[in-house]
């Protein structure tokens, strides 16, 4: 039950967000998920931790290769340098995810956390 009331809210949230709210929204949910593998490594058994990881950096992957989707589409309207830096960046994310699939290291996913958390910060209406 509190599953499908968990969908419920996110479908609500993600229907009345804009689109730079709907994409820190989904930073800070890739960020926070990350931190709870990394905040939790030490109280998880290995298959539970290695699941979890798996599930967490895979989400937060998608998440990036729609980014990659969107800022090589030929309408985005961001300037070209921006592009490519933010192109740079996330093949910099792809990079270490599969190092930190490869040679897990809960250190490892700070980098991704912290990203997530100021790329989020700068979506933000101020």
């Known amino acids: 039950m509190a599953n499908s009331m968990l969908k419920t809210y996110q479908t609500v949230e993600n229907a009345t967000l804009s689109g730079r709210e709907l994409e820190a929204s989904v930073l800070r949910r890739a960020a926070m998920r990350m931190?709870?593998?990394r905040d939790n490594w030490e109280r998880w058994d290995a298959a539970e931790r290695d699941a979890q990881l798996d599930e967490a950096l895979r989400?937060?992957?998608?998440?990036?290769?729609?980014?990659?989707?969107?800022?090589?589409?030929?309408?985005n309207p961001l300037p070209n340098e921006i592009k490519r830096n933010l192109l740079a960046l996330s093949a910099f994310i792809d990079k270490r995810t599969f190092?930190?699939?490869?040679?897990?290291?809960?250190?490892k996913l700070d980098i991704l956390i912290e990203i997530n958390r100021n790329i989020a910060a700068g979506l933000q209406p101020h």
């Open 99 to 107: 190092e930190v699939l490869s040679y897990p290291d809960p250190r």
């Open 59 to 75: 989400y937060n992957q998608r998440l990036w290769t729609l980014f990659q989707s969107e800022l090589s589409d030929a309408d």
């Open 35 to 37: 931190a709870a593998v």
